[in-house]
């Protein structure tokens, strides 16, 4: 049974920092290339960074610099480092893995909440 659980989330000052984590079970964690999205209140779900099994990754420009994604293959774990965090990254983070061989699957985590506010 496939299971990809996210958890880190929590409410801090603007500046601050969070350690999202995202375990995938039940799956070959080399074949999957993981990535963190985020959903803000009214808005699409839109990709935050991505990480392939070799470790290339991806930042989308708003969180350049202050964001790191990683990932453990030993643990099945990506983390999302966050960093100077503002307002505007308030959003419901979902961690996704998604399979770059056939057939090709795709999984969602639950969805933490982050929330950045004084």
């Known amino acids: 049974q496939v299971q990809v659980v996210g958890s880190g989330g929590g409410s801090v000052q603007p500046g601050g920092s969070l350690r999202l984590s995202c375990e995938a079970s039940?799956?070959?964690?080399?074949?999957?290339?993981m990535a963190w999205y985020r959903q803000g209140p009214g808005s699409q779900r839109d990709l935050v960074a991505s990480?392939?099994?070799?470790?290339?990754?991806y930042y989308t420009d708003s969180v350049l610099g202050r964001f790191t994604i990683s990932r453990d293959n030993a643990k099945n774990t990506v983390y999302l480092e966050m960093n100077s965090l503002k307002p505007e990254d308030t959003a419901v983070y979902f961690c996704?893995?998604?399979?770059?061989?056939?057939?090709?699957?795709?999984?969602w985590g639950q969805g933490t909440q982050v929330t950045v506010s004084s």
């Open positions: 996704n893995a998604k399979e770059v061989l056939p057939p090709m699957r795709n999984y």
């Open positions: 039940g799956v070959i964690f080399s074949r999957f290339v």
């Open positions: 990480i392939s099994n070799g470790g290339r990754s």
